[in-house]
């Protein structure tokens, strides 16, 4: 199937620890991003890459560290988790083409802080 | 800076009545703005875009969005409602001038459908 994946789908862990989330596409896309839904269901920006190049970097803690081997993979490592990054974290993935800004979405990872 | 607002926190319609998502913009020049929608426990799912051109645009799902540039606004709207299209509506922006692809999101418009 052609879509955004994503894994794990959900992440359970302890204050302190590091994880990762990983996220492929396999649309032939060139730019890839990742958001962080709240509990409220408000959806912010976080990173974006394009051609494996970090383009977007919004006000996030350093804790957060993207990484892209390629152009159809974006991971998120995050180090020292703390409660307050318990949410839903979406990659996404954009075609190449002036006006193909329609994104593509993952299916989330619920990461849980306890 | 560009954004966008997304009055109604909550849309309640009967089914086969006409719905509307309401959306507005702020953004310098003309912008590109967007639909999505979002089923529980699901990523967001692509509906619409106006880039440019006509001004009433048709997408997935049965669903249109009309942009009017007077009115900064980008209305979701729907003739006959289903039950399967209670979800959750984000309406988006992207600023045309901006170099990067940033799109800014709405809070969200929960759509709920009786039978």
């Known amino acids: ?114 | 800076a560009q954004s966008v607002a997304q009055p109604e926190d909550q849309v309640n319609v009967a089914e086969g009545n006409p719905l509307t998502v309401k959306c507005t913009y702020s953004v310098s020049g003309n912008p590109y703005l967007f639909w999505y929608v979002q089923y529980p426990n699901r990523g967001l799912q692509f509906l619409l875009k106006y880039i440019t051109g006509d001004n009433l645009v048709k997408g997935s799902y049965g669903f249109e969005a009309e942009f009017n540039k007077s009115q900064t606004s980008f209305h979701l709207k729907k003739p006959s409602a289903l039950v399967s299209d209670s979800a959750l509506y984000f309406c988006a922006v992207r600023d045309p001038y901006s170099s990067a692809s940033k799109i800014i999101f709405g809070s969200g418009t929960r759509l709920s459908i009786r039978p």
């Open chain 1, 1 to 114: 199937d052609t879509a955004v994946s994503q894994t794990p789908k959900y992440l359970v862990t302890q204050m302190g620890n590091d994880k990762s989330i990983k996220c492929e596409q396999n649309l032939g896309h060139d730019t890839m991003y990742w958001y962080k839904q709240d509990s409220k269901k408000f959806l912010k920006i976080m990173f974006s890459y394009n051609n494996k190049e970090l383009i977007i970097n919004e006000t996030v803690p350093n804790r957060f560290s993207p990484k892209s081997p390629d152009k159809a993979h974006l991971n998120l490592h995050i180090n020292s988790l703390e409660l307050g990054d318990s949410a839903v974290y979406f990659c996404a993935s954009s075609p190449p083409g002036r006006g193909n800004y329609e994104q593509y979405f993952g299916p989330g990872t619920r990461l849980t802080v306890t």
